[in-house]
């Protein structure tokens, strides 16, 4: 770590994340100050409804046929549809083949997309808790049903694209769902270290990054001067906190405004979650991105949810797994040198832009 302390200013260390410490942030908060092109802001289209968008109330015919909607009777307030280009599919069958070192494994799943709202225009921040406490509930209803659906499925993925340059090609708000016969290679990395860490230290690592937040604090100082290096006050990495859950800002925080939400009780699986915890879960939230937009107001972003694989190891690894929410807000454009090591650049001091976040009235 650098010698120059946060509060000093210019902070260049690289930060190891503790879930995959494989994986490494740089943070470097003298390159913010070069020019460069940050991504553009994306225009919000507050627009109630709009009469060419397949997703607003009244297009329904525009769309495949609905797989659930909420609530079930009159008007619907959350539909979910096939998607018409997905990235995986169940209507076709192929075999797996390898020849030499080269293999396939057949692209089976499925893809689909939630609509959030009926609204065209309305952000997550702008949403009714109640709302998102049901959009949550929908998350984990069609999660379970694809589970059940196919023995072959091992993971399903729920996330939620704003803005082009995240991945967004229509602009009303919506999620996806991604059920896939293999487990992704982050999600597997974090499973298999937190696995190593509870193995070693008879703990989960998201309780004990939990437990930090909440409850260390500490001083460092330079061995020879005696000077301060650094504080690190208790509740310096939080945002937002809730009777069950709890936002954090990561120490390694791959995106300047990145956040993470996680249950405060130890968690490993996004199934177990109580309906009675949606409630909790979506004040936590959408108090977040309000802080997020108040903040860094228009910027695109991802959000994902990484839950335990529902595979061989599912029970194995329930100990030692904590899912969590990330959302990360996609304020610059990855350069040569991020692709090519693998290497993130941070150029926010995680610490200042937790203290930002928090500094939001709501």
């Known amino acids: 770590m650098s010698d120059k302390p946060a509060e000093a200013g210019e902070v260049r ?24 092109k940050a991504e553009e802001l ?11 968008c397949p997703f607003c109330r009244g297009n329904e015919h525009k769309t495949p046929p609905a797989i659930m909607v909420w609530p079930e009777s009159g008007d619907w307030q959350i539909r979910m549809v096939e998607n018409l280009y997905p990235v995986l599919g169940d209507d076709r069958a192929q075999s797996n083949f390898s020849f030499g070192l080269q293999q396939t494994i057949d692209g089976y799943g499925r893809h689909e997309v939630i609509i959030d709202h009926h609204e065209h225009g309305t952000a997550i921040q702008d949403m009714a808790e109640p709302h998102l406490a049901a959009l949550l509930g929908v998350y984990q209803k069609r999660m379970q049903q694809l589970f059940e659906s196919d023995d072959r499925l091992k993971y399903v993925l729920v996330f939620k694209n704003f803005g082009p340059a995240a991945g967004a090609s229509i602009p009303h708000t919506h999620s996806q769902v991604i059920a896939m016969p293999v487990v992704p290679e982050n999600v597997e990395a974090e499973v298999r270290n937190s696995a190593a860490h509870y193995a070693k230290h008879h703990h989960c690592i998201f309780c004990a990054l939990i437990d930090e937040a909440l409850t260390f604090e500490a001083t460092l100082y330079d061995r020879t001067s005696g000077a301060v290096r650094r504080k690190i006050n208790v509740g310096q990495y939080v945002v937002e906190r809730g009777e069950k859950f709890i936002a954090i800002k990561p120490f390694a925080s791959r995106y300047e405004w990145e956040v993470h939400i996680l249950p405060l009780a130890h968690q490993a699986d996004f199934l177990s979650a109580a309906d009675t915890d949606f409630a909790d879960l979506a004040r936590v939230l959408r108090r977040t991105m ?3 937009d108040a903040v860094i107001g228009g910027a695109q972003y991802n959000f994902f949810l990484h839950s335990v694989p529902h595979d061989n190891d599912q029970q194995a690894h329930a100990p030692s797994y904590h899912w969590h929410l990330e959302i990360c807000p996609r304020t610059s454009i990855p350069t040569g040198f991020e692709l090519g090591s693998g290497l993130f650049v941070n150029t926010i001091n995680p610490e200042q832009a937790a203290e930002r976040l928090r500094a939001v009235e709501l």
Not at 16 to 21: C, D, E, H, T, Y
Request: net charge positive; hydrophobic share 35%.
């Open 290 to 292: 309000a802080r997020l």
């Open 13 to 36: 260390e690289i930060r190891l994340n503790p879930i995959v410490p494989t994986e490494s942030v740089l943070v470097a908060t003298a390159r913010s100050m070069r020019p460069k």
């Open 42 to 52: 994306a225009p919000r289209d507050t627009r109630k409804h709009v009469e060419t």
